[in-house]
C-alpha cells in the first residue's frame, strides 16, 4: 500500500524583529485539501514560507516534520515533493513561458524528456500554450499567476502550497484552477491560501481560521457552521461571524 504523506508543524513560532508572525503553531497535515483563511497580517503566508523551507522558525522554537523527519535535516530530499505558488509573483521578465517551466524543471531535477512532456500539458491546462513562446514581461498579472500555477505542479508534488493563487484571475481561469485543484489527486497534501471564500468552500476537506499567527478554529465547513449557528451556511458568512466577534471582542477589550 502506498505511504500517506503527513506534515506536523510543532511548536513552531516565528517573529520578524518584535513583531510575532506566528506563535506555538501546530498542526498535522494529513492528505486532503486545506483552505487557509484569516485576515491581512494572520500569518498564513509566514506559515507558507515556513512549510516551504524559506524560512526557518525561531531558534528553538518548532520544528516542521515530513513524514516524522525534520525538513532541515531532509534538505534537497524533502524540497523534491514540494509545490510552491509564492504569494508574490516572481517570474524572469526575459524568459518565455516554455523557458520558465524548463528553468523550473531543472530546479527540480526533473529529467529532461519527461520535463518537456509534463511542460506541454501543463501549459495547456492554465491555457498559456498559444502564448508558451512569449515573453513573460509582456504577461498581464492573471497570466503569470496562471504559469506559476503550472510551474508549481512539475514534478507532480505530494505537498502543494498555494498562497492566494486566483489573486489577479478572472472568474473563469478561477474555475479552471479551482477544478484542477480539486482533481489532482486525493493522495497529496493541499494548502491554500485564500482571501476568496469561493475558491474553497466547495474543495477543502477543512478550513483553517487563523489570526494573530494562531489557529481560532478548523474544521469542514459543514463542521463550522453547526458550531457558529450562522443564518446563511456560507463559508463568507462563516468568515464574517468569526473575524466579527474577534474584532468587537478586541474593541471592548
Ligand atoms: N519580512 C517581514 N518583515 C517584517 N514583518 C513581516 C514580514 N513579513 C510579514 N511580516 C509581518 O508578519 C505578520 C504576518 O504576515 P503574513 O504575511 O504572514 O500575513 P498573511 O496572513 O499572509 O497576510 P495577507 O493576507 O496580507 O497576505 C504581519 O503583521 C506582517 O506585517
Ligand atoms: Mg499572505
Not at 479552471?176 to 474553497?200: F, P, Q, V, W
Request: some cysteine; aromatic content about 6%.
Amino acid at each position: 500500500m502506498k505511504k500517506e504523506h503527513t506534515l506536523e508543524i510543532c511548536h513552531v513560532t516565528k517573529h520578524y524583529g518584535k513583531k510575532r508572525a506566528l506563535s506555538d503553531f501546530s498542526y498535522t497535515f494529513k492528505p486532503g485539501i486545506y483552505g487557509l483563511l484569516g485576515p491581512n497580517g494572520a500569518g498564513k503566508s509566514t506559515l507558507m514560507n515556513l512549510i516551504t523551507d524559506n524560512l526557518i522558525p525561531d531558534k528553538n522554537n518548532g520544528v516542521i516534520k515530513w513524514d516524522n523527519e525534520d525538513i532541515q535535516k531532509l534538505g534537497k530530499k524533502y524540497r523534491s515533493h514540494l509545490g510552491f505558488m509564492p504569494q508574490q509573483q516572481n517570474l524572469y521578465p526575459t524568459m518565455t513561458a516554455r523557458q520558465f517551466m524548463g528553468y523550473i524543471s531543472s530546479l527540480k531535477n526533473i529529467d529532461r524528456k519527461s520535463a518537456v512532456t509534463e511542460i506541454e500539458s501543463l501549459l495547456e491546462t492554465v491555457e498559456l500554450k498559444e502564448v508558451a513562446d512569449k515573453k513573460t514581461g509582456g504577461f498581464s498579472g492573471g497570466m503569470k499567476q496562471r504559469l506559476l500555477f503550472a510551474s508549481c505542479l512539475l514534478g507532480n508534488p505530494s505537498l502543494i502550497i498555494l498562497d492566494e493563487p486566483t489573486a489577479g484571475l478572472d472568474p473563469r481561469q478561477r474555475v479552471i484552477l479551482r477544478e484542477k485543484i480539486e482533481n489532482y489527486g486525493k493522495d497529496k497534501i493541499i494548502i491554500i491560501a485564500t482571501h476568496i471564500t469561493s475558491d474553497i468552500e466547495t474543495i477543502a476537506d477543512c478550513i483553517i481560521m487563523m489570526k494573530d499567527g494562531r489557529i481560532i478554529d478548523n474544521g469542514s465547513v459543514e463542521e463550522l457552521v453547526k458550531k457558529v449557528h450562522c443564518g446563511s451556511e456560507t463559508l463568507e458568512n462563516l468568515y464574517m461571524q468569526y473575524y466579527d466577534e474577534e474584532e468587537k471582542k478586541n474593541v471592548l477589550g
